[in-house]
């Protein structure tokens, strides 16, 4: 089974102003997000990477496209690594969140809270952790996969590899435009690197 390399996209204006944008359309990287997106290719294109997925979302595509053009591959759209759906909260502050007693369930027992209208985290790091066995069950033990999409999808399923408790998965850190780094071997995982920042050296 291959490495898979866990990225999350870069920088958008969502996140500096605090607002969750979930699932809605037209959420770009902005300036600061390119030059991550840069800084990424020029890191990762130094390494054999086989093939490249990414969420459907904008701000993850993006990310994903230079290091497509320095190696000439596809970038693969896989619905499955979308953010987690936020429902009704999609497009709202976190600062208005936070002050609100539901706060503290997000963040010591995520278990037990879905988004109204959307999905739970339990739900969220199941579809996350199928799509990522998928890929991984596609690919040879040599390949390098990268795999673009957003920071508590990644959280969700390094919590899985670790086997942690879902409810530990907010101690985890998923910063904009870094790299975890995943080896599978059948069932066997090994998590190489968690929160990568280029430029970073890798092994090949």
């Avoid at 701000?59 to 619905?79: F, H, M, Q, S």
């Amino acid at each position: 089974m291959p490495t898979l390399f866990l990225i999350r996209h870069g920088e958008n204006d969502f996140l500096k102003k605090n607002i969750l944008a979930g699932h809605l359309p037209g959420v770009h990287l902005n300036e600061r997000g390119h030059e991550q997106a840069a800084a990424l290719a020029r890191t990762l294109s130094l390494l054999p990477i086989t093939a490249i997925y990414s969420s459907p979302l904008e701000r993850a595509v993006e990310t994903a496209r230079p290091l497509a053009e320095a190696k000439k591959l596809e970038i693969n759209i896989c619905p499955a690594l979308a953010d987690t759906d936020v429902g009704e909260w999609a497009g709202r502050s976190w600062k208005a969140i936070q002050r609100r007693k539901i706060w503290e369930i997000i963040q010591e027992t995520p278990s037990q809270f879905r988004f109204p209208g959307g999905e739970s985290f339990a739900e969220a790091q199941a579809r996350v952790v199928a799509a990522l066995e998928s890929i991984a069950a596609a690919h040879g033990e040599e390949d390098k996969v990268a795999v673009f999409f957003h920071a508590d999808p990644i959280k969700l399923a390094l919590a899985h590899y670790l086997d942690m408790p879902l409810d530990n998965f907010q101690r985890l850190a998923a910063h904009t435009g870094s790299v975890t780094v995943v080896r599978k071997n059948g069932p066997a995982v090994r998590v190489l690197a968690s929160n990568l920042n280029p430029p970073f050296s890798f092994p090949e």
